[in-house]
């Protein structure tokens, strides 16, 4: 089946909503999920920039989902990103948001570099079909597979035994490193992915956040850098929103940042992954 076309199957255990709030949100998910049009209605992408730090250049954009109510109002992430999973349509939103990646990718030779990173599930990563699906519709508009970056998404575990196989795969993957890893396994996780084919760590915002008033966050950030550098990989610090955290970040040997202080999220209608180039996001084709 086309990822696009793909719909969530009904889910039997669904947690009950634990406020008035969550459950008016899970119906405005559960009436989005219904078709294609309402699916196109609910969402829409926005992009933000992924900064090299040593010389200020944008490497890439990451897509965000945003989600609006009936009245056009902007739902916040934290609360209609919990209802998707609930409700069983990771995949389902996944396929929607990975349609729209393809079709504003801009036709590259190999080696060209990334121009999007999208955020997805480990559920669709490994389900059956879903990376030859995609390698297929990004041969047929002539992209290079490098030219996506798949994160996988925070919070989500992957059987390293299970994610081996992509290792001879061409896609750029990012790993979510939290301070819920860092509280739990230390740096044993970041060791664990020399074997798995990631090519870039991303570092949590609860690490960033705070630098420049965190000699501890400090030591965390520098060692998370060290160790990934010494895999031949690279590191991405979220939400840096000043230029002291800059300045601690390229101290620290970091290679990219993200936040609203290097670039606010954008809007991506009527514009492919590179700066300026008008496009046309014909997305319901993307992957048929």
């Known amino acids: 089946m086309p990822i696009v076309e793909a719909m969530a199957a009904p889910s039997s255990n669904i947690p009950a909503p634990k406020t008035p709030e969550q459950a008016q949100t899970r119906e405005l998910v559960r009436n989005a999920l219904r078709n294609q049009g309402t699916l196109d209605a609910a969402f829409e992408l926005v992009r933000q920039p992924i900064v090299e730090l040593a010389s200020g250049r944008v490497s890439h954009h990451e897509l965000l989902l945003r989600m609006r109510d009936e009245e056009g109002n902007l739902i916040k992430p934290g609360e209609f990103v919990s209802s998707i999973r609930d409700l069983g349509a990771d995949e389902q939103i996944d396929n929607w948001v990975t349609a729209r990646a393809v079709m504003m990718l801009v036709p590259t030779i190999p080696d060209w570099g990334p121009q999007l990173e999208i955020n997805l599930s480990a559920a669709t990563i490994l389900s059956d079909g879903f990376f030859e699906q995609l390698t297929s519709a990004l041969h047929r508009r002539k992209v290079s597979q490098d030219a996506l970056i798949v994160e996988v998404a925070?919070?989500?575990?992957?059987?390293?035994?299970?994610?081996?196989?992509?290792?001879?795969?061409?896609?750029?993957?990012?790993?979510?490193?939290?301070?819920?890893?860092?509280?739990?396994?230390?740096f044993e996780s970041l060791n664990k992915l020399r074997s798995l084919p990631y090519d870039m760590v991303k570092i949590d915002g609860e690490l960033v956040r705070n630098l420049p008033n965190s000699a501890s966050d400090q030591g965390i950030v520098t060692k998370i850098a060290r160790l990934v550098r010494g895999q031949g990989r690279r590191t991405v610090a979220m939400h840096v929103e000043d230029a002291?955290?800059?300045?601690?970040?390229?101290?620290?040997g970091v290679d990219y940042g993200q936040g609203y202080y290097l670039g606010q999220p954008e809007s991506l209608r009527g514009r492919s992954a590179r700066e300026g180039r008008p496009a046309t996001v014909a997305a319901e084709q993307a992957l048929a």
């Open 154 to 186: 925070q919070g989500d575990s992957v059987d390293p035994e299970k994610m081996r196989h992509f290792m001879r795969r061409r896609f750029r993957l990012a790993h979510h490193f939290s301070l819920i890893d860092f509280e739990s396994h230390g």
């Open 244 to 252: 002291d955290t800059v300045k601690l970040l390229k101290e620290a």
